[in-house]
C-alpha cells in the first residue's frame, strides 16, 4: 500500500493565564474542522495545539495565587486539554512549553541561530505590555497604553539582554512574502506584514534576566538568562514534531493558524528564526478574526465575556461549532450574537436538517426500504451532489470553510424541495417503483451530506450515519461518488438531531 500523504496543522499555544475563551475556540474548531476535511481526502493528519507556559505574565499569576508556576500551569493545561471532549476536537498532539522536549529542542534551536552569528548582547530599555509580552513602541499604544491591555500599565525594562539579529532577514523575508502569494491567507494581511517589513526590522531582546524573572527555558552556557517566551513559545510548532532528532520533515513545513494579534510573530518573527536555525520556513500561515459579544469588544470587567463552555452545556458541541463555522467568514472580524445563533439553530439545524433526516428516515423506515437503487430517475439528485462537492471541496481547499458550509446548506434545501415536490408518501402508492427509487434517491442525498458536514458538526453526522444504517466512521475510498455505498445496513435508531430552541 502507498504511504499516505502527510498534511500537518497547528494552532497557537494559549497562555494559560485565563480559562479558554471564545476566540481561541473559533481557531481551533476552524483547525479541528480543517483537519477533518483533510482525512476526509486521505491525507495522514498531524494536529497540534498546547499551552504555552512561560513568561512574566504566568509567574506574576502564580505568585498571586500562591503556588509555584508549575502548578499553575498544570491546573490550566488540563483546562485547555479538556477542551478536546467539550468542542470535540481531533488534535492528536498537546505539547505544553514546560514539556521536556520542548525545552530541548529550545536550547538545540538557540544553538543553531547562535551559530549562525544571530544572537548577540546589548543593552536593552524598552517599553512593555506583560498582557502580549511583547515590546510596544509609542505607534503601537494608544493614549500610553496597549490597545489589548487598555486595563494594564505599560512597563519600562531596562537590563542587559540577549538580542536575535531580525534586521538581518528583512530581505529574506520580503523575499518568502513575494514568492508565495499565498503565505499568508487572508491577502491583505499578507500585505499588512510585507508593509511592516519594508519599514525595516528591529532586532528584538530574546532573553530575560533570571534574577528578576526565573520562570523560562534556561539559555544554553549563560545561567544568569532565561530565554524570552515568545523565543521558547514558537519553538513548539517544530518541537512537536520531534525536531531535530526525529524525522521532522515528514509533517515540516506546516500550516499554522492564528489570531490577527498574532500576526508578526508567526508570519515575521518566527519565520526569521527558522530562517537562522536552517529550517524551511511554515508553509501557510491563517489568520483568523477577533470575536466580539453583541457588537462590542468582549472584556471582564463589562462582564460580557462569552464562555464557550456554558453555550456547550446549554445548545450542544455541534450548535457552537456551526454557528462559528457559518457566522464567521475564514479571515474575518465576527461577532457572537445570542439572538442570530438561536434563529440560526432553529432555522438550519433544527428546521433544515432535522426536518430532513426526520422525514427521510420515518418514510424508509415506514415503507420497509431495503433494497437500495439509486440509479433510476436520478439524474437531477446527482447532478446536484456533484455540482455540490466540486464547490464545497474548491472551498474547504481554499480554507472559505463558511463558504463550504452554504454550499451544503443549499443541498440540504433542494432534498427538502425535492421531498415536498415529489411527495414520495404519497406517489409510492401510485407508482410504487417511482415513489420508492426518490425515497433512495434523497436517502443517497443524505448520504452525501452526512460525508460533507463531517468536518463540520462531526456529532450530527455521526447520529444522521447510525440512523441511516451506515457506519459512523466514513471510508472515503470506499463510499465515493454518487450510489456507491459500502455496508449499507438496515435503520438503526431514530435519534433527534437538533431538538427547537423555544424563545419566550
Ligand atoms: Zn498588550
Redesign the pocket.
Same mark, same amino acid.
Given at each position: 500500500m502507498s504511504q499516505k500523504e502527510k498534511f500537518y496543522i497547528t494552532t497557537t499555544l494559549p497562555y494559560v493565564n485565563s480559562d479558554p475563551h471564545i476566540g481561541f475556540a473559533l481557531e481551533i474548531i476552524q483547525a479541528d474542522a480543517i483537519a477533518r476535511f483533510k482525512r476526509l481526502q486521505g491525507f495522514d493528519v498531524l494536529f497540534n495545539t498546547g499551552t504555552d507556559e512561560h513568561g512574566l505574565k504566568i509567574y506574576r499569576k502564580a505568585e498571586e495565587t500562591g503556588v509555584t508556576p508549575k502548578e499553575y500551569c498544570d491546573e490550566y493545561a488540563a483546562k485547555f486539554d479538556a477542551l478536546k471532549g467539550i468542542l470535540n476536537l481531533t488534535y492528536t498532539n498537546f505539547i505544553r512549553t514546560t514539556d521536556e522536549h520542548h525545552i530541548k529542542a529550545c536550547h538545540e534551536f538557540w544553538k543553531m541561530c547562535f551559530d549562525n552569528g544571530d544572537i548577540y548582547k546589548k543593552n536593552y530599555k524598552v517599553k512593555y !505590555?506583560v498582557?502580549?509580552e511583547?515590546e510596544?513602541t509609542e505607534s503601537d499604544l494608544e493614549e500610553g497604553k !496597549?490597545p489589548?491591555?487598555p486595563n494594564?500599565d505599560i512597563e519600562l525594562i531596562e537590563e542587559e539582554n540577549y538580542f536575535f539579529k531580525f534586521s538581518k532577514y528583512q530581505d529574506a523575508l520580503l523575499e518568502l512574502y513575494k514568492n508565495n502569494p499565498n503565505f499568508v491567507r487572508p491577502t491583505h494581511r499578507l500585505t499588512e506584514i510585507r508593509k511592516f517589513t519594508e519599514r525595516g526590522l528591529k532586532d528584538f531582546s530574546i532573553s530575560r534576566l533570571r534574577e528578576k524573572m526565573p520562570w523560562g527555558v534556561p539559555v544554553p552556557g549563560d545561567e544568569d538568562h532565561v530565554m524570552y517566551v515568545w523565543f521558547d513559545a514558537l519553538v513548539n510548532y517544530i518541537s512537536t514534531l520531534g525536531w531535530p532528532e526525529k524525522k521532522y520533515t515528514d509533517w515540516w513545513p506546516g500550516v499554522q493558524i492564528a489570531g490577527t494579534d498574532n500576526l508578526r510573530q508567526q508570519s515575521n518573527m518566527w519565520q526569521a528564526m527558522l530562517m537562522s536555525a536552517g529550517v524551511e520556513p511554515s508553509s501557510e500561515i491563517l489568520i483568523h478574526g477577533f470575536i466580539t459579544a453583541e457588537g462590542k469588544k468582549m472584556s471582564k470587567s463589562l462582564g460580557n465575556v462569552v464562555d464557550p463552555f456554558t453555550i456547550v452545556d446549554e445548545f450542544g458541541t455541534d450548535a457552537l461549532r456551526y454557528y462559528l463555522l457559518r457566522e464567521i467568514p475564514f479571515g474575518n472580524d465576527g461577532d457572537f450574537n445570542k439572538k442570530l445563533f438561536i434563529e440560526r439553530y432553529n432555522s438550519d439545524l433544527a428546521n433544515n436538517l432535522g426536518n430532513l433526516v426526520n422525514r427521510i428516515y420515518s418514510l424508509v423506515s415506514r415503507n420497509e426500504i431495503t433494497d437500495f437503487t439509486f440509479d433510476k430517475y436520478a439524474d437531477l439528485y446527482k447532478e446536484k451532489v456533484d455540482e455540490t462537492w466540486k464547490k464545497y471541496v474548491a472551498d474547504m481547499n481554499e480554507y472559505n470553510l463558511h463558504e463550504a458550509v452554504f454550499h451544503v446548506w443549499r443541498l440540504v434545501d433542494f432534498a427538502n424541495k425535492m421531498m415536498e415536490e415529489e411527495k414520495p408518501w404519497a406517489l409510492i402508492k401510485k407508482n410504487e417503483e417511482k415513489g420508492r427509487a426518490v425515497l433512495c434517491n434523497l436517502l443517497e442525498v443524505l448520504r452525501h451530506i452526512s460525508i460533507m458536514i463531517s468536518p463540520i458538526i462531526p456529532e450530527a453526522s455521526a447520529k444522521i450515519r447510525r440512523q441511516i444504517g451506515l457506519s459512523v466512521e466514513i471510508d472515503t475510498e470506499k463510499e465515493n461518488g454518487w450510489g456507491v455505498v459500502v455496508g449499507w445496513q438496515s435503520l438503526g435508531e431514530q435519534e433527534i438531531l437538533f431538538p427547537r430552541i423555544e424563545v419566550e
Open positions: !505590555c498582557g502580549c511583547l510596544k !496597549c489589548i491591555h494594564l
